[in-house]
Structures are given as structure tokens and as C-alpha cells.
């Protein structure tokens, strides 16, 4: 069992930057890959950015490449989402999530999700 905390969201302006955060608690935290997904209001939660258990990345190239960094810290338990250059199409619900080994991009292949943190961007 692997129960998670996102914290870090907040109330930002356009072209500013917040980094998010995961703490995960279970064991075996390194044996997991984390991904962050988003949801907008009125959207489908969608895919940004995951990390394998051994580091390998994947972004979102439509949303995240090239402004927002995934990284983790396997001493802490916590996997972080550093996001640059924020746009108002940032704004969402972001949440991260856990599943063995290797990340992907399909949200129902997640085994523990978090509860969430709001981002909101302001124009």
C-alpha cells in the first residue's frame, strides 16, 4: 500500500513558477514509477510527466516539455514537479500517482493516486 500527499499548489502569475511536490508513504518507494497528471475544470484529467523507478522521464510534450522538470528523491520518499514559465492554461487539479517500475501515460494503469494540489495561474 503506497498513500501519497501532493502539496505545493498555489495562487501564481503568468510566467512565474511553483515546484510540487509527493510525499509517498509505504515501503519500497524506489520500486515505483510516480507520474503527475492535471485536470482542468471541465477537462479530462490528462498526463504530465512521469519517472520510472530507476529515473528514466517522460513528458507531455504539449504541455510540459521544455517548462516543467520531474525529479525524485528516493532518500525522502518524494518525487517533485518543477514547473516554469506558467500559462492561465496551466490552471488545474494535479495530482500525483504511483504504479510499479515504469511510468506511463494511461492514468487507469496507476495503482495509488493522491488527492491533489490546485494550481491556479492568473493572467
Known amino acids: 500500500q503506497v498513500q501519497l500527499v501532493e502539496s505545493g499548489g498555489g495562487l501564481v502569475q503568468a510566467g512565474g513558477s511553483l515546484r510540487l511536490s509527493c510525499a509517498a508513504s509505504g515501503r519500497s518507494f524506489s520500486n515505483y514509477a510516480m507520474g503527475w497528471f492535471r485536470q482542468a475544470p471541465g477537462k479530462e484529467r490528462e498526463f504530465v510527466a512521469g519517472?520510472?523507478?530507476?529515473?528514466?522521464?517522460?513528458y507531455n510534450r504539449d504541455s510540459a516539455k521544455g517548462r516543467f522538470t520531474i525529479s525524485r528523491d528516493n532518500a525522502k520518499n518524494t518525487v517533485y514537479l518543477q514547473m516554469n514559465s506558467l500559462k492561465p492554461e496551466d490552471t488545474a487539479l494535479y495530482y500525483c500517482?504511483?504504479?510499479?517500475?515504469?511510468?506511463?501515460?494511461?492514468?487507469?494503469?496507476?495503482?495509488?493516486w493522491g488527492q491533489g494540489t490546485q494550481v491556479t495561474v492568473s493572467s
Open positions: 519517472i520510472n523507478w530507476r529515473g528514466g522521464i517522460t
Open positions: 500517482a504511483a504504479r510499479r517500475l515504469i511510468a506511463t501515460m494511461n492514468q487507469a494503469e496507476y495503482d495509488y
